[in-house]
T-cell receptor, first 113, second 114 residues
Framework: SAVISQKPSRDICQRGTSLTIQCQVD?????MFWYRQQPGQSLTLIAT?????????ESGFVIDKFPISRPNLTFSTLTVSNMSPEDSSIYLC??????????FGPGTRLLVL | GENVEQHPSTLSVQEGDSAVIKCTYSDSASNYFPWYKQELGKGPQLIID?????GEKKDQRIAVTLNKTAKHFSLHITETQPEDSAVYFC?????????????FGTGTRLTVIP
């Protein structure tokens, strides 16, 4: 399976600021996704990161709050904008190649004060 | 859309005993059922998956069973070890290349007592 890394691994941020999370894969993959996992909860899909076009967002998530980039088949970024304490979560990227299983990165643990 | 329910939410077993986690799904079209293990401070790790054309799959101490008629599937861990302690998530999806239809259960926190 692909090796996925995320930066930063964790961060503490002040409300009103923005944080950009990077996801790097060691091989080209067709699909990349971003999830949020609130404390003690399951995983919620934020959006599909589309290479060369705008991301596809799930209900309840908007581009102004969570802008996403995917410049190539191995890299994507998620920005959490104008943060509030409610944005404190683990943010996970995942990859899927050619309809096979989905694999997750290690996550970025975000605390907003 | 799909609804996946998972039970129990917490499970404690003695080392060496077996652990069983059960999930039900609502959409009879779902045909792919992965299980993930999430250790503290880490991302979910795919440990086993099953497709709807088989009823059971084993990988060493881990097995998954699927009952399509009843729309439920289960994870079985035998001879549990302390390193099995983690949160386990089931998921269900209709496999469509290029689309993400993965719906997760709410998770089971497994504790293996040495």
């Amino acid at each position: 399976s692909a090796v996925i890394s995320q930066k930063p691994s964790r961060d503490i941020c002040q409300r009103g600021t923005s944080l950009t999370i990077q996801c790097q894969v060691d091989s080209q993959v067709t699909m990349m996704f971003w999830y949020r996992q609130q404390p003690g909860q399951s995983l919620t899909l934020i959006a599909t990161a589309n290479q060369g076009s705008e991301a596809t967002y799930e209900s309840g998530f908007v581009i102004d709050k969570f802008p996403i980039s995917r410049p190539n088949l191995t890299f994507s970024t998620l920005t959490v904008s104008n943060m509030s304490p409610e944005d404190s979560s683990i943010y996970l990227c995942s990859v899927e190649d050619l309809g096979v299983a989905q694999y997750f990165g290690p996550g970025t643990r975000l605390l907003v004060l | 859309g799909e609804n996946v329910e998972q039970h129990p939410s917490t499970l404690s077993v003695q080392e060496g005993d077996s652990a069983v986690i059960k999930c039900t799904y609502s959409d009879s079209a779902s045909n792919y059922f992965p299980w993930y293990k999430q250790e503290l401070g880490k991302g979910p790790q795919l440990i086993i998956d099953i497709r709807s054309n088989v009823g059971e799959k084993k990988d060493q101490r881990i097995a998954v069973t699927l009952n399509k008629t009843a729309k439920h599937f289960s994870l079985h861990i035998t001879e549990t070890q302390p390193e099995d302690s983690a949160v386990y998530f089931c998921a269900a999806s209709i496999e469509v290349p290029g689309a993400n239809n993965l719906f997760f259960g709410t998770g089971t926190r497994l504790t293996v007592i040495p």
